[in-house]
């Protein structure tokens, strides 16, 4: 199994950034996708999960500013990330559950948000 995240960078306050995960080695359409994040010094937090059936839930401090979605035909998930703070830089990392103890998780990409 492989997730290979890309689309992070360094943006401005109030930018726009999207990530993309692509994933290999699942059954993609039956699969939920996560997104995490690990800010400098802070655990790794929970930011959007979509189902196999597309349904999505957000971390309370992105509601409104991300969105997680999903092209099944590419074995993608996506997370558009709009009006970005300085709070939001961190690593980000896909995620996928293995089972119920365990998941997949890809290297992760950076977003800096700084001006």
């Known amino acids: 199994v492989q997730l290979v995240e890309s689309g992070g960078g360094l943006v401005q306050p109030g930018g726009s950034l999207r990530l993309s995960c692509v994933a290999s080695g699942i059954t993609f359409s039956f699969s939920t996708m996560r997104w995490y994040r690990q800010g400098s010094g802070n655990q790794r937090e929970l930011v959007a999960t979509?189902?196999?059936?597309?349904?999505?839930n957000y971390a309370d401090s992105v509601k409104g500013r991300f969105t997680i979605s999903r092209d099944n035909a590419k074995n993608t998930v996506y997370l558009q990330m709009n009006n970005l703070k300085p709070e939001d830089t961190a690593v980000y990392y896909c995620?996928?559950?293995?089972?119920?103890?365990?998941?997949?998780w890809g290297q992760g990409t950076q977003v800096t948000v700084s001006s």
């Open positions: 979509i189902t196999s059936g597309s349904s999505t």
């Open positions: 995620n996928t559950p293995r089972d119920l103890w365990s998941a997949y």
